[in-house]
């Protein structure tokens, strides 16, 4: 009976104390769009911002070499882990040559998580891989994110979760309009009507509703200064963080008291 309690008591400690985490990587090696230095400033600020904040596993700086390895291990490790570049994804893990199940591709289908500041979103530096990055990864031919200075007004949802967020003009949003399922708009913090219903977006989370993968840009803006670091770390504490839409052990609770009890049945 003493074994019965103490494990009982170990697992529920592990399902309440499990919460939610993530494993953040931040990428500045290659960019486009921002100067080496400002990458590297926004990058540096958004790893400060969110260090040992409540659900953050690891946040760190990685760099080119250690990039494929690491989306590999952190495929299908049970966490929703997120990579961050500036207007670059490494060749290492993404080229339009493997259209199909890169690296890069099976990390987001895992249900994992892209964000993105600077240039269009999967393009690569000096047009490597273009629009045909970005409709691979997704899987929806025709999508672009077109538009040069597209104003961009704060939703309710910006105002709320982006505090450091203001109106601006944005030159490569996400095309709302051109979302097909399994894809869908999850959060948008900015958009060109201020509100759901409009067709261009930035900041913005748009997500594969089968594998749980997402795809956020912010600021997407050429040679712009702008707060990229303070907004996308409130974009991860305040609403991917804040709003339990990530974690470890990402089961419903009544999956984990399943197992709980099963556990607890062997011990008989």
């Known amino acids: 009976m003493n074994k019965v309690i103490t494990l009982s008591f170990a697992l529920l400690l592990l399902i309440i104390g499990s919460g939610w985490s993530a494993d953040v990587r931040v990428y500045y090696e290659t960019f486009q769009w921002i100067g080496q230095a400002d990458a590297q400033a926004q990058g540096d600020k958004l790893v400060s911002l969110i260090d040992g904040k409540r659900g953050i596993d690891t946040v760190e700086v990685i760099p080119k070499k250690d990039v494929a390895a ?8 049970g966490d929703v882990d997120i990579f961050v570049m500036y207007g670059d994804i490494p060749e290492t893990v993404y080229t339009n040559a493997d259209p199909d199940d890169s690296i890069a591709e099976v990390f987001l289908e ?11 979103m999967f393009w690569g530096v000096g047009g490597r891989n273009e629009a045909v990055g970005l409709q ?8 672009t994110m077109w538009d ?3 104003p961009m007004k704060l939703t309710a949802e910006g105002k709320k979760y982006t505090p450091t967020l203001q109106n601006y003009n944005t030159d490569r949003p996400f095309h709302l309009d051109q979302l097909v399922p399994p894809w869908e708009l999850e959060v948008a913090f900015a958009t060109n009507s201020g ?10 989370i748009v997500l594969d509703t089968e594998t749980g993968g997402r795809i956020a840009i912010a600021y997407q803006t050429a040679s712009q200064v702008d707060p990229k670091g303070e907004v996308v770390s409130e974009m991860i504490l305040n609403y991917l963080v804040g ?26």
């Open 70 to 77: 690491w989306m590999e291990a952190n495929t299908d490790d």
């Open 110 to 120: 895992g249900g994992n998580m892209f964000i993105n500041s600077a240039d269009y």
């Open 136 to 143: 691979n990864m997704m899987d929806i031919p025709g999508i």
């Open 148 to 150: 040069d200075d597209t």
């Open 195 to 204: 509100d759901a219903a409009g067709t261009r977006a930035d900041p913005v």
């Open 243 to 268: 709003e339990e839409k990530i974690g470890s052990l990402a089961i419903k609770p009544e999956g984990k008291l399943s197992t709980l009890w099963a556990e607890i049945k062997k011990t008989r």
